[in-house]
């Protein structure tokens, strides 16, 4: 039994004087990330770079939520080009041009914070730079669209709306979810949708917005490890995630980038 309050569509409400804990876990996931900017080069294998994760992990002293999650073992995910999520870090080396997702969630005080972000190596094409701005802009659309009174169908519409107008395609398959005190909670919050459907949004919910957008179709598929989706038109796939909270006004992002770093490829964001 916990001890917060939920609503009738199964969605935790949790007291705003609780989001001290929430700020802490987030902002140390997205310095975790920060620190990774510098050595996300072409040359280095993906599983280094889950290395240094652990490292700053350890450092930090939070620990990851992800590695003996479900079987899962690293404490990050990188999914490189069409790799849509859930990419195993292993002995991929990264190519100049190459881009991809890296996702880390932690757990500080029992607080869980999730996040993760586009990186580019080396100099990418023009096309991957523009699927790396669309998908950005549509998460800041979809957080733009949190308030009190307003739905979740209004921050897939939001995300959807922006992607299709440039052309581009939402993935249906995974979605964004309930987090706080638990990695994994109601409700699933779908990237795609119609204004004023789905639960209401309330002061207290905490939750993940991560659209993964594909420059081609939006179909995915699972490899045989059973954890890597990749596009299934091997199309150029990107994501960006942060950890939001409901305020009595709008929204608080709880895993901004400390040093300004959460699109690689513009400064201060
Ligand atoms: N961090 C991912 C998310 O955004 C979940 C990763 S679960 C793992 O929800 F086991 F693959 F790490
Ligand atoms: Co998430
Ligand atoms: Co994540």
Redesign the pocket.
Known sequence: MSKYKVTRDGIRIYPLSEFSGMRTAGRVAAQILDDLCDHVQPGIKTIDIDELVRDRIREYGVKS???G????G?A??ISVNHVV??G?PGPKVLQSGDILNI???ITADGWFG???RMYAAGQIARKSSRLLDVTHKSLMLGIEAVKPGGFFGDIGHAIQKFAESHRMSVVRN?C??G?GRE??LPPNVLHFGSRGTGAKLEPGMIF?I?PMINIGKPGTKILSDN?TAVTLDRSLSAQF?HTVGVTEDGYEIFTLSPGGLFHPTRHLN
Do not use: P
């Not at 999650?69 to 899962?72: I, L, M, T, V, W």
């Open positions: 939520s992800t590695i999650y479900r079987g899962y690293h990050s995910c999520c859930h195993i996702d880390v969630t999730d996040s993760s995974f964004g979810h987090i990695f994994h993940t991560e954890w995630e």
